[in-house]
């Protein structure tokens, strides 16, 4: 059996512009990566849109708002997910959209403003 599928519309965030619409057999989240003819976007906000048929709304359509990023090639598996950057950094935001305030950039291995992150045990 195959996954099902939905029109799934890309809208690029900024300039806002639509970078068309796709047919995708995953449920792409907020924080995630998504290729699309040869250029990498960050997933930011994903919208479902209805349709009322028999007296039931089905899914019929997904918009998925995105910004040209490129991949994190540092990221860190926290909570159940990943996230960019070194999370064992007082300053790692824990998201997987953006790494800090300090060095968004990255890297965080060469980042002159690491400081380890305190547990409560140690304090």
Not at 1 to 18: A, C, D, K, N, Y
């Given at each position: 059996?195959?996954?099902?599928?939905?029109?799934?519309?890309?809208?690029?965030?900024?300039?806002?512009?639509?970078?068309?619409?796709?047919?995708?057999?995953?449920?792409?989240?907020?924080?995630n990566?998504?290729?699309?003819?040869?250029?990498?976007?960050?997933?930011?906000?994903?919208?479902?849109?209805?349709?009322?048929?028999?007296?039931?709304?089905?899914?019929?359509?997904?918009?998925?708002?995105?910004?040209?990023?490129?991949?994190?090639?540092?990221?860190?598996?926290?909570?159940?997910?990943?996230?960019?950057?070194?999370?064992?950094?007082?300053?790692?935001?824990?998201?997987?959209?953006?790494?800090?305030?300090?060095?968004?950039?990255?890297?965080?291995?060469?980042?002159?403003?690491?400081?380890?992150?305190?547990?409560?045990?140690e304090?």
């Open positions: 059996m195959e996954p099902e599928t939905l029109p799934t519309e890309v809208i690029l965030t900024h300039p806002r512009q639509s970078l068309g619409s796709v047919q995708l057999d995953w449920m792409p989240q907020p924080g990566y998504l290729d699309l003819e040869g250029k990498t976007y960050a997933v930011l906000e994903r919208r479902h849109r209805y349709q009322l048929k028999a007296g039931r709304y089905r899914l019929q359509k997904i918009a998925l708002y995105v910004q040209s990023a490129k991949r994190p090639e540092e990221k860190t598996w926290i909570e159940g997910r990943w996230v960019i950057g070194n999370a064992s950094c007082r300053y790692n935001a824990n998201s997987e959209i953006i790494r800090c305030a300090v060095n968004p950039e990255g890297p965080c291995e060469s980042c002159r403003f690491y400081e380890k992150l305190r547990t409560k045990s304090e």
